[in-house]
């Protein structure tokens, strides 16, 4: 029988939301104000489905706000861009993500990369 030698770690990481924190935000809101607030924030990133036109979605206000509060949330999450769920390895440097300089530095030496 064989034991784990008392020096092997376990490395755990998290990557940085991005769409992801859209996503919890819906399915953790309790009313349809904090939805329709939602809703606004998220056609104003740019960070939705290239399948949908903002444009229609404020033409169809009304039809939203027909919603229940779980197809509501549905929406929303439809809506985003699923790609976008985390920030990219390209994308560590874009000053929006506010990503730090130690989380930079341990992704590139996760991944093998020169330091800038």
């Given at each position: 029988m064989k034991s784990i030698a008392?020096?092997?770690?376990?490395?755990?990481c998290e990557l940085s939301k991005c769409n992801q924190s859209y996503v919890d935000e819906?399915?953790?809101a309790k009313t349809d104000?904090?939805?329709t607030a939602l809703l606004?924030?998220?056609?104003s990133t740019g960070f939705i489905s290239s399948k949908v036109n903002p444009a229609e979605i404020s033409r169809a206000a009304a039809d939203f706000e027909a919603l229940s509060c779980e197809d509501k949330k549905r929406f929303i999450i439809?809506?985003?861009?699923?790609?976008?769920?985390?920030?990219n390895l390209c994308d560590i440097d874009d000053e929006e993500y506010a990503i730090s300089e130690a989380d930079k530095a341990f992704t590139r030496s996760f991944y093998g990369l020169e330091e800038k």
């Open positions: 008392p020096e092997t770690s376990i490395v755990y819906a399915i953790t104000a904090d939805l606004e924030r998220v056609l439809e809506l985003l861009d699923k790609n976008m769920l985390y920030v």
